[in-house]
């Protein structure tokens, strides 16, 4: 197969995706390497991130998900657990008036209601800041879970049924796809994960049904420009096919 894109050249990109979900793991490896704390790595991931929510907006990609902290996370030493969320508000506070300034819309996907009343204040706040932004979509996925994203989505089918509106037999994909979260974004195109772990954890596994995976040994804070291109380079090599052959896709394409 001809590689569309030469590998030692700029950031020219020819198919982009339209939305981005990564998750960012490996800043506990990061730090351990360099006989740091934990929290050092967590540290160098925010700028990792500010870096990456750069480059996401300035290629103008439409929506950039982060998995922050998973459901999972809370099982961690409380002292981590404490000081990711002391991250969390620091870097809220920090920079959410620069994505604002730059028309990034900031959302959060997961169940916020067990943060405390600090954390949630200032991610309201920043939805709020930042909710009739046109730029790119910032998606912060904390405290979150794909279980517990279609469980939240099959109650609220469930209380349909309850009032009468709809019937169990009438209950479809589509429907349920209304209540998951970001059902008002494209599905996500391109999944990386970073930290060379091949597994999911339990991020988006409703919305990732035909991403493209991407998976890189490099640790999240190390994660850098040249890394994002290359994974960027890697979707656009992709042929999705969707359940068709490559047959009808390459039709589609030449139509
Ligand atoms: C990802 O890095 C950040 C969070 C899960 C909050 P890790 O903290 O999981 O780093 P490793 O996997 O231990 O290296
Ligand atoms: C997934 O990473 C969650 C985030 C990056 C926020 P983990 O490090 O928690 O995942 P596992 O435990 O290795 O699967
Ligand atoms: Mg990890």
């Known amino acids: 197969m001809i590689n569309k894109i030469p590998s030692n050249t700029d950031d020219t990109v020819p198919v982009l995706p339209r939305h ?48 922050a902290f998973s459901s999972e996370n809370w099982q ?24 604002h300034q730059n028309g990034i819309r900031l959302q959060f996907i997961g169940d916020r209601s067990e943060f405390n009343q600090k954390l949630q204040s200032r991610i309201a706040e920043s939805e709020q800041l930042t909710r009739d932004n046109q730029g790119m979509r910032l998606v912060i996925a904390a405290n979150y879970g794909g279980k517990w994203d279609i469980v939240q989505a099959a109650r609220q089918l469930a209380e349909q049924v309850r009032q009468g509106t709809i019937e169990p037999q009438d209950i479809t994909a589509d429907m349920l796809h209304q209540y998951i979260s970001l059902s008002d974004l494209p599905e996500p195109d391109l999944f990386i994960r970073t930290s060379g772990e091949h597994r999911i954890s339990n991020f988006m596994i409703w919305q990732l049904a035909y991403t493209e995976l991407y998976f890189t040994n490099i640790l999240w804070p190390d994660f850098d420009r040249a890394a994002y291109m290359d994974a960027l380079k890697s979707f656009a090599d992709r042929e999705r096919r969707f359940g068709q052959t490559g047959e009808q896709v390459a039709k589609i394409h030449n139509a």
């Open 20 to 67: 981005v979900a990564i998750i960012m793991d490996g800043n506990g490896r990061w730090a351990k390497k360099r006989f740091l704390p934990r929290f050092a790595g967590h540290k160098a991931g925010v700028e990792t991130v500010r870096k990456i929510v750069e480059i996401s907006a300035e290629l103008r990609i439409e929506a950039l998900t982060l998995f």
């Open 76 to 99: 961690r030493p409380k002292k981590e657990v404490d000081i990711l969320m002391d991250l969390f508000v620091s870097s809220l506070e920090k920079e959410v008036k620069q994505l």
